[in-house]
């Protein structure tokens, strides 16, 4: 307590010589490792808000006791001071910057580097490669990309057998498993995948015709046959993949606008689209307490390029800002953006749709147990969930959560958290038992569902633990897929709101978890000798 009551006191001298004009501060643990940024139209002003003694929030309160050192960038104005912490937040990531899990609502096709290239479906574009997309449909897209890795014999299948795997002569395979592998042929074949994005479905077809004609007049009959396949299946991707147009086109159009809605007493966050008069619910957030929906709003489109028309009933600081840091922060679209919080006219009517909306949602969020039941199959809906979830940074300090949610709400009273004292080595299957069997073995309150964010190792880990009637479930973070003893890797449709509710569980007990993970490396900072 002395070491936080002496770094109070240092920042309270920084804070006193800091410029009140815009820019840029930085908070520091005692590491030097950047914890939190944050941007202000007057630095002084805005610093000193975290450095008082009351009236400040939970969060505030948790970034204090670990900030050590606090520094600053001045810029020429306030944009100039978003567009910076932008940057900054990207480069470094701080734990206290982060609001959402990490995720991507858009799908890239990727050809990766190497001598040995594959095709591949993937959330970003850290790897290195040529990208295609992004897409916004992904149930079409995860469709495509296995039709592509079919027609064109793409599979990689990582095996290695004389005379090739099943999949080989059924034709799937790309041959790679056998001794002879064409490889030339492969990449030839990769090439033509190419086209079809870079240059469309008439450059492709083009081509193809010229391959079989060419081979035809070589007598190489086998050869053209099986680009005619090709060809003909080229018209039906082709389709599929214009039905579900890219991100960037669709952004590109007037007829596509997005819309938030924040609703207060829910604590939930809904993000719409409307494309061509249609309203269709995209992703719902809950919002953690004393987190602010206009920090949500910035932290999603630092990552995602916004539609030209934002309509929001969210209640920015400075509107004319925000507009100012998109249109700077994606500077290539083909239209500017314009974010409006409207009370009148055409726009103000999608946002009251929209609210219509988020209250349908609510009805079917309370009846979530009945969905809950047709997703999983079980014999009765599961009216009270508990969920597990385990955090820990490099197998130190290994902590684990359970939080409950009775009809779709949480109940915050029957929230749990455990530091994991059996393990001195990272062990998650482990740790998620020990917190399993502590949370049950006094008063043995067993939920309807007992729900673990993991796959199928996590939750063979409970169901040994745990009594045979109690139904168990878990969430394999990669592709969003459920297993539970009756589902074996059911991938998640994102718009049905049993897996939305399934979803925010787990965000929500990650959450939880990662804040309890944060105080014991505090305490571990600040009183050392207690906590070795």
Known sequence: MATQSLNRTHLKEVVKKLPSTPGVYLFKDASGVIIYIGKAKNLKSRCSSYVKETNITIKTANLMREAAELSHIQTGDELEAMLLEATLIQEHKPRYNVLLRDGQPFLYFLITRGKFPKLELVRNTKRGGTYFGPFIDKTNMRSIHTKLLKTFRLKICGKKMVNGCLYYHMGACSGSCREDFD???????????????????????????????????????????????????????????????????????????????????????????????????????????????????????????????????????????????????????????????PTSGHYFQLLKLAEVSAEKYHEKYGKSAQYLQILLKLPKPPHT???????????????????????????????????????????????????????????????????????????????????????????????????????????????????????????YAHHFAITYHRELDLKEKTNPEKTS
């Open 183 to 341: 490889l030339p042929g492969y990449l030839q074949r990769l090439e033509m995948v190419k086209t079809f994005f870079k240059k469309g479905k008439g450059a492709l077809i083009t081509d193809l015709k010229h391959r079989i004609e060419e081979h035809s007049q070589k007598l190489e009959f086998e050869k053209a046959l099986g680009l005619k396949t090709l060809l003909d299946a080229i018209h039906e991707l082709s389709g599929q993949l214009v039905s579900s147009k890219s991100a960037q086109s669709v952004i590109a159009s007037h007829q596509h606008m997005e819309i938030w809605y924040f609703d207060q007493q829910h604590e939930r966050l809904f993000l719409f689209t409307e494309l061509q008069a249609t309203l269709k619910q995209r992703q719902m957030f809950l919002i953690p307490e004393e987190t602010c929906s206009e920090d949500f709003f910035t932290e999603f489109y630092r990552n995602n390029a916004p539609a030209p028309v934002i309509i929001t009933n969210i209640e920015f600081e400075n509107l004319k800002l925000t507009n100012d840091f998109l249109n700077h922060w994606w500077p290539k679209r083909e239209l500017p953006t314009n974010v409006m919080n």
């Open 385 to 507: 969930i508990d969920c597990f979830d385990v955090s820990h940074k490099q197998g130190h300090n290994i902590v684990a959560s359970c939080i409950r949610f009775v009809d779709g709400l949480p109940d915050k009273n029957m929230f749990r958290k455990f530091k994991i004292n059996s393990l001195d080595e990272q062990n998650d299957y482990a740790a998620l038992q020990e917190a399993v069997q502590r949370r049950y073995e006094k008063n043995h309150d067993y939920p309807d569902l007992i729900f673990v964010d993991g796959g199928k190792g996590q939750l063979s880990a409970v169901r040994k633990i745990v009594p045979s009637h109690i139904e168990c479930a878990s969430i394999a973070k990669r592709e969003e897929q459920i297993f539970s003893s009756r589902i074996n890797g059911k991938r998640l449709d994102p718009d049905k709101v049993a897996a939305q509710t399934l979803l925010a569980l787990r965000d």
